[in-house]
């Protein structure tokens, strides 16, 4: 894949910086950007041979990292509603069946596009076809963490091995730039020991992460302890299968054991709140629990099939929600520790804290310029603002968006495509999709 071309160094001037550094510094200050990453951070910043942006009525937040999804169902959005998953999955088995790498690669376009407009700038996705979602993703500056579907192969619509197919993904993108391929199994319902003890010889062999659905309704628990004897984390330790690098979608029904075996593992949990509730899976992900374990958690949108948005900011917020109302505890995942999962905890999760995740010198400029003057955001000041995009905030308080110091939205815009063109194609791929709803769905 060709480098992506460095912008000449940036400098964004007097904003209000949420760092998310150790320390969880909120300061006014300077934001200088070379090669892509930040140069410095705080206190006035080296002007000489930089563009300026004046980041007086600006927050600075880092990037939002969704740990959880998958984008090219965008055109899905609303086909399945009202459903739990079992009755959600026999319709998007049935649209999902035939879909063509052209299709998948407009939904792809519409939901990175509804992403970084949303403050988004790293992804973590699950779905086949994902040459069209790595090329939208570069084509519209996102960084990409995309997984290849890996089923058994009796189990599967993709032609040939899934997990050849899954090597074969990887080799074409793992140079590139914003793309981070890896092999992503659907789940202990579809993939048999065999299928997970190859995953995890690919990935060790190419030294990607792994992201799975793990533990995400009560019947899929209880289907693999009828047919294995063991709960899921219990069997898929004993099989050799989970360690460190891997992120394990939803969580939602683990037992005390199963949260110590997957800390002992370093294995990190995508806690997609929305989604969970909306498809009635009954439980709520053990978020406190598995936090004091030491199991890194992030948060994910999933798909717009099953939020129906991919608002990391409306994400924080339902999380911090369900998780205090679940708990009668008001105190459970405060603000700052739910911003936390939206970027530094993302980062850990996906093996990227040392370049993601936060403001600070050396590490990637992945950012969003938040605007002060907006209602949601009121009043701006240092000691409300990570309430404020946690509880409050609407994406259109977002005026820019840069990925690796590129910007990628201005003011409300995207820069590196057409959203009129990108609406067209999804609607296009919409029309089709919808067409194969079972009769009476």
């Given amino acids: 894949m060709p480098l992506r071309t460095s912008p000449p160094p940036l400098v964004i001037t007097d904003a209000l910086l949420v760092t998310q550094d150790a320390e969880r510094r909120i300061v006014r200050g300077d934001l200088r950007i070379e090669d892509g990453r930040f140069t410095h951070v705080g206190p006035r910043a080296p002007r000489e041979g930089a563009e300026q942006v004046d980041g007086r009525h600006f927050a600075a937040v880092p990037g939002f990292i969704n740990t959880h999804g998958h984008v090219a169902m965008a055109p899905l959005r609303g086909i399945a509603d009202d459903r739990d998953l079992g009755g959600f999955l026999g319709i998007l088995f049935k649209v999902d069946a035939d879909r063509t ?52 192969a009796d189990k599967t619509t993709q032609k040939g091995d899934p997990v050849d197919n899954a090597a074969a993904f990887i080799r074409r993108w793992r140079d590139s730039p914003l793309i981070q391929p890896l092999p992503a199994p659907q789940g202990v319902y579809v993939c048999g020991e065999e299928t997970w003890r190859r995953t995890r010889e690919l990935a060790d062999r190419e030294g990607t992460p792994i992201t799975y659905h793990l533990s995400e309704t009560l019947r899929e628990v209880h289907d693999h302890e009828a047919a294995y004897g063991k709960r899921p984390v219990v069997w898929l330790d004993e099989i050799g299968f989970l360690g460190a690098g891997q992120i394990a979608a939803h969580g939602v029904w683990l037992t005390r054991r199963e949260i110590e075996i997957l800390a002992g593992r370093k294995v990190a949990i995508a806690h997609c709140a929305s989604s969970n509730a909306k498809l009635a899976t009954g439980g709520i992900c053990p978020v406190s629990e598995l936090r004091r374990a030491g199991v890194v958690v992030g948060i994910g949108t999933d798909s717009v099939a099953s939020n129906n948005s991919l608002s990391m900011l409306r994400e924080m917020h339902v999380a911090g929600l369900f998780q205090k109302h679940h708990r009668w505890e008001a105190a459970a995942l405060s603000h700052q520790e739910l911003l936390d999962l939206a970027t530094r905890e993302g980062a850990r999760a996906l093996g990227r804290a040392a370049d993601l995740g936060s403001l600070e010198t050396g590490k990637i400029a992945d950012l969003s310029l938040f605007s002060l003057d907006h209602p949601t955001l009121q009043p701006a000041t240092p000691e409300a603002i990570v309430s404020h995009l946690v509880y409050s905030a609407s994406e259109e308080a977002i005026d820019s968006v840069y990925v690796g110091g590129v910007p990628v939205v201005r003011h409300r815009k995207l820069e590196g495509a057409d959203w009129a063109a990108i609406r067209s194609q999804a609607a296009e791929a919409a029309v089709t999709l919808w067409s194969r709803r079972p009769a009476g769905a």
């Fill in 101 to 152: 790498e052209a299709d998948v690669g407009a939904g792809a376009r519409a939901g990175i596009a509804e992403m970084l407009l949303g403050g988004t700038t790293s992804f973590l996705d699950m779905y086949y076809f994902q040459d069209a979602t790595a090329r939208a993703a570069v084509e519209l500056g996102a960084r990409g963490f995309l997984g290849w579907a890996v089923l058994d």
